[in-house]
């Protein structure tokens, strides 16, 4: 059975590029593209996704507030942070800190992106 | 990959866990402290004057000790202390995961040898500005990495040209995305590239051939290259200790003050345009 993911990323671009990656392995299914922090909790909720890539910066809700919310709602849910934006570093500690999982950095690297996502899911708890 | 911190490579490649990197990121948040913290507690600057020069700072690319002798609160000899003391207690990552027992020295050497030849990549090579421009080292950031990723995204070859003084706005049959850099440096970071080029990047960021060069998604694609360059170069301003945030990208070049021009940096590619803006 494929694990269910759900990506959250304000750029069209960056979200077909994740689904095209995902595309080549069929343990992973894209159950939902959200565009926003906020519109990434209402997803979250309704399609209970085994795993959430979301992005650090975005408009509306940021990467962080939606992982504060997503993990109040789950406190196991399994987030992986995508990072290209200022202060990297502090960012992505801050959510590590907060309870995400793994960062992964842009561009992207296929390779990467997989294994870190089969190693989150791997992961007990 | 990218330009990344040694401790961000580690945990992706699994040489470290997530917890164990929060460790030692906490050893090396207590020991590597700021400037101000150190003038502080050896009495040379109270709270109030170091928050003062901490708040100077964001509007200018100054060090702290350059803005603090600037405004009369701290003497060069008193700077240079400053200086050694922060550097004799300053802690690298792999120094704190030792310290930790989080890794043996023998994986950390091997390690930080895969990460200086991935990071290699992205050395910044010289960039020339017109004589007299101010933090050029620090603006040639965002130049120089606009070359190799483009390189390193959508496989082209861009050669990087001079800069120059110019007063003109991108011609409109570019596609044209700006983002601002505030904090330690403050400057306007401005890509243009032509359609087939645009449509090219959206191939390889968003995987699928455009419409026509006109699409949305040749737009959004564009920003969001420029949104990892400036990213990238983010990161390498933090690795060289400039706290530095970015603005989203948005569409369009920004409009010029009177009496203010732009730097532009043309990169010669072997078909298309690609162009650089940097405005202060």
């Known amino acids: 059975m494929s694990s269910r993911v759900l990506l959250v990323d304000d750029s069209v671009s960056v979200g077909r590029q994740l689904e095209r990656i995902l595309a080549d392995h069929p343990a992973y299914e894209v159950v939902g593209h959200a565009q926003n922090g906020a519109e990434a909790v209402k997803l979250f909720a309704s399609k ?10 975005m408009p509306v809700m940021d990467g962080l507030q939606a992982l504060r919310a997503i993990l109040s709602m789950d406190e196991n849910a399994r987030v992986v942070m995508v990072s290209s934006v200022g202060g990297v570093g502090e960012k992505a500690a801050e959510a590590l800190r907060l309870g995400a999982r793994a960062v992964i950095s842009k561009p992207f690297e296929p390779k990467e992106v997989i294994s870190t996502f089969d190693r989150v899911l791997a992961e007990e708890g | 990959m990218s330009v990344k ?6 945990l992706e490649r699994g040489a470290v866990s997530r917890t164990d990197l929060l460790k030692a990121i906490d050893l090396q948040q207590a020991r590597n402290r700021r400037l101000g913290e150190y003038a502080v507690r050896r009495g040379y600057l109270t709270e109030a004057q170091a928050e003062q020069v901490n708040q100077a700072q964001l509007s200018a690319d100054k060090f702290f000790g350059e803005i603090a002798i600037e405004m009369g609160l701290l003497e060069q000899g008193q700077v240079e202390e400053l200086l050694t003391l922060q550097q004799n207690d300053h802690i690298l990552i792999g120094e704190a995961l030792i310290t930790l027992k989080l890794i043996d020295s023998e994986r950390l050497e091997k390690e930080l040898a895969a990460f200086e ?17 101010a933090h050029a080292s620090l603006l040639a950031v965002p130049v120089d990495l606009t070359a190799k990723l483009l390189r390193r995204i959508i496989g082209i070859q861009a050669k990087l040209g001079e800069g120059s003084l110019e007063t003109r706005s991108p011609v409109s049959r570019l596609v044209t995305v700006t983002t601002y850099f505030h904090g330690s440096l403050t400057c306007g970071y401005t890509l243009s590239i032509s359609k087939d080029i645009g449509s090219a990047v959206s191939q390889h960021i968003a995987g699928e051939a455009p419409a026509s060069p006109d699409s949305e998604i040749v737009i959004d694609s564009v920003k969001e290259l420029c949104n990892i ?4 170069a983010a990161a390498r301003y933090a690795q060289l200790g400039r706290k530095v945030e970015i603005s989203p990208p948005a569409e369009g070049a920004p409009t010029l003050d009177s009496g203010k021009t732009f730097v532009v940096f043309p990169l010669h590619v072997a078909e298309g345009a690609v162009e650089v803006r940097i405005s202060r």
């Open chain 2, 229 to 232: 360059i400036s990213g990238n």
């Open chain 1, 48 to 57: 209970k996704p085994e795993l959430i890539v979301l992005d650090i910066v």
């Open chain 2, 117 to 133: 030849q991935d990071q290699s990549r992205y050395v910044i090579d010289d960039v020339i500005f017109p004589p007299g421009t």
């Open chain 2, 5 to 10: 911190f040694f401790g961000q490579f580690l």
